[in-house]
Nanobody, 126 residues
Framework: QVELSESGGGLVRPGDSLRVSCAAS????????MAWFRQSPGKEREFVAA????????HYADSVKGRFTISRDKAKNTGYLQMESLNVEDTAVYYC???????????????????WGQGTQVTVSS
């Protein structure tokens, strides 16, 4: 069993940076993956980025590639999403998710992740 808790959301201006964190309680196994998804009002929850817990390989949605960086600190059992050059389209509730035994082809799928955080609001507005 893994419980996830996000923090670090807030209100920023276009072009600003922000880092959100996801603290995991419980063991993240070597086959685990951690991901970030986001959901805007009236839209479906969409994949943002994922990281393999063991090897650290990363995967990104095209809309954030080059602007967002996902990472994890295994010693702290915490994942991070560093967001740069934020724009109004990035406004959403950001959810952290964790899954065990997530295969490559499923990394971008919500159904691959059994554990979810409560979400943290990121608002980009001038």
């Amino acid at each position: 069993q893994v419980e996830l808790s996000e923090s670090g959301g807030g209100l920023v201006r276009p072009g600003d940076s922000l880092r959100v964190s996801c603290a995991a309680s419980g063991r993240m196994s070597s086959s685990s993956a951690m991901a970030w998804f986001r959901q805007s009002p009236g839209k479906e929850r969409e994949f943002v980025a994922a990281v393999r817990w063991s090897g650290g390989s990363t995967h990104y949605a095209d809309s954030v590639k080059g602007r967002f960086t996902i990472s994890r600190d295994k010693a702290k059992n915490t994942g991070y999403l560093q967001m740069e050059s934020l724009n109004v389209e990035d406004t959403a509730v950001y959810y952290c998710a964790a899954g065990m035994g997530v295969i490559l082809s499923s990394l971008r799928m919500r159904a691959a992740y059994a554990y979810w955080g409560q979400g943290t609001q990121v608002t980009v507005s001038s």
